[in-house]
């Protein structure tokens, strides 16, 4: 089955630096690829979702970049502030419908130091 | 706007007691229900989905069931708690492009 392996699992850095989170994943047929923060004690919050038909997303202070030639999905924290401090997960899936079992990455805890 | 509630927040429990964890999804008409847990630090592992009320599918075993009595709730269960049981539950419904939106979650210690 799939398997994702996501890094560093640990990552800590200054107010506005960047901060890098890269996941690896294996099924070439993977489709939907999705990124969640986690507060600590709090459930999983969707940051963003991205198709196999696009490369690049952008939100508020972060980038998603999608490389199925390297089946690499990358998060890109631009100009961290102590908020973005949380737990990141990456999510990758190949099927939709009810049957839905995401797998997803084992977490990267984010420090943004003021 | 869609919004998920879980039930209780935490709960502390003896092994060998029973459990029943609670989710109510409102503004969604007929979601796709799952249940999750997460050891403390950890990924998440799916444990049930459910399609419609009274349809529930396992997806690992650990000792534990789960119920879809209404539309909108769905309900996680065991008559008797393991040490391994404790960790944090979490219940997601699924949205249009495949996203999962979940809920606060319950933290569950058993001692």
């Known amino acids: 089955g799939e398997q994702v392996e996501q890094r560093p699992p640990h990552l800590s850095v200054r107010e506005g630096d960047s901060a890098v989170i890269i996941c690896t994943y294996t099924d070439p047929n993977s489709y939907y690829f999705f990124w969640y923060k986690q507060e600590p004690g709090a459930g999983l919050q969707l940051l963003m979702k991205v198709f196999s038909s696009t490369e690049i997303n952008e939100g508020q202070g972060f980038t998603v970049l999608l490389n199925k030639k390297d089946k690499q999905l990358s998060l890109n924290l631009t100009a961290a502030h102590p908020g973005d401090s949380a737990v990141y997960f990456c999510?990758?899936?190949?099927?939709?419908?009810?049957?839905?079992?995401?797998?997803f990455g084992k977490g990267t805890s984010l420090v943004v130091h003021p | 706007a869609q919004t998920i509630h879980q039930w209780p927040v935490a709960e502390i429990k003896a092994v060998g007691s029973p459990l029943s964890l609670g989710c109510t999804i409102k503004g969604k008409s007929s979601p796709n229900l799952y249940w999750y847990w997460q050891a403390t630090g950890g990924t998440l592992q799916q444990l049930f989905y459910s399609i419609t009320v009274g349809q529930v599918e396992s997806v690992v075993q650990l000792n534990l069931s789960a119920s879809r009595p209404k539309d909108d709730q769905f309900i996680l269960s065991t008559e008797k708690l393991l040490l391994s049981h404790s960790g944090f539950y979490l219940c997601?419904?699924?949205?249009?492009?495949?996203?999962?939106?979940f809920g606060p979650g319950t933290r569950l210690t058993v001692l």
């Open positions: 999510a990758v899936s190949r099927t939709s419908g009810g049957n839905y079992k995401p797998t």
């Open positions: 997601a419904w699924r949205g249009q492009g495949e996203e999962q939106y």
